[in-house]
């Protein structure tokens, strides 16, 4: 595994060009926001990007296989796997699993108490297949999608929210039926204090109002 640097963008170019945007050119996040938290860290937050590959070293000739990005967010003490991608000549062999473990490992050995990420509602989504299946990749890995509402705050770029993600949370062994809602409504609050400045809109207030005490994961095979 290979953690991106401050010396690194010009590796950090091509696997945002070659690998994470034909997978995410639907809702992408613009390269300069991961450029300026590699160049100059932002206190709100701890920005991670780790690459699989070969020769990464070589920001020109490396072969980049896949990457994962995860974040730390130290007032909630939760952890935000933002993007999980695999590139289609290196799947199918365990290296998102690889990843994804790495990243929460990561993110456990700082201590968070919730890691969250997020995906595509297939009741939503334009392939619900596509959709169902990258739920039922989560599942396998013990994560459950919570049962509650969650707009995605806008990225930047004039992207908007996106309203079709559902927030979905990742365990080390068998998923509870319930995680602690101050847990994810103190998330989703520092989350938009970081992406958009703030939480007190009317629509983010109402979304974080009706987080209860208890969120309940929904079971594995909800969306089929």
Same mark, same amino acid.
Do not use: C, K, M, N
């Given at each position: 595994m290979y953690v991106i640097g401050p010396g690194d963008l010009a590796l950090l170019e091509r696997f945002y060009r070659d690998v994470y945007l034909p997978a995410f050119a639907h809702q992408?996040?613009?390269?300069?926001?991961?450029?300026? =938290?590699?160049?100059?860290?932002? @206190?709100?937050?701890?920005?991670?990007?780790?690459? $699989?590959?070969?020769?990464? !070293?070589?920001? %020109?000739?490396?072969?980049?296989?896949?990457?994962?990005?995860?974040?730390?967010?130290?007032r909630s003490r939760c952890g935000f796997v933002t993007y999980l991608v695999v590139s289609p000549a290196s799947r199918r062999g365990g290296l998102g699993t690889e990843l994804l473990r790495h990243a929460c490992a990561a993110l456990r050995a700082r201590g968070v108490a919730l890691i969250v990420a997020e995906v595509h509602d297939p009741d939503q989504a334009d392939d619900r297949e596509v959709a169902r299946? =990258?739920?039922?990749?989560?599942? @396998?890995?013990?994560?459950?999608?919570?049962?509650? $509402?969650?707009?995605?705050? !806008?990225?930047? %770029?004039?992207?908007?929210?996106?309203?079709?993600?559902?927030?979905?949370?990742?365990?080390?062994?068998?998923?509870?039926?319930?995680?602690?809602?101050?847990?994810?409504?103190?998330?989703?609050?520092?989350?938009?204090?970081?992406?958009?400045?703030?939480?007190?809109?009317?629509a983010t207030r109402a979304m974080l109002e009706a987080i209860g005490p208890r969120v309940a994961t929904l079971p594995s095979g909800t969306f089929g």
């Open positions: 992408r996040e613009p390269l300069e926001a991961w450029t300026t =938290r590699l160049v100059t860290p932002d @206190a709100a937050y701890e920005h991670t990007i780790v690459l $699989a590959g070969q020769d990464l !070293d070589d920001a %020109a000739r490396g072969r980049i296989d896949g990457g994962v990005v995860f974040e730390r967010y130290p299946r =990258r739920v039922a990749f989560f599942e @396998a890995r013990h994560a459950r999608v919570l049962d509650v $509402a969650y707009v995605q705050p !806008d990225l930047g %770029a004039g992207l908007g929210r996106d309203h079709a993600l559902r927030l979905l949370a990742l365990f080390d062994g068998a998923p509870p039926p319930f995680v602690d809602g101050e847990v994810v409504r103190a998330f989703v609050a520092e989350l938009y204090d970081a992406v958009e400045g703030g939480h007190d809109d009317v």
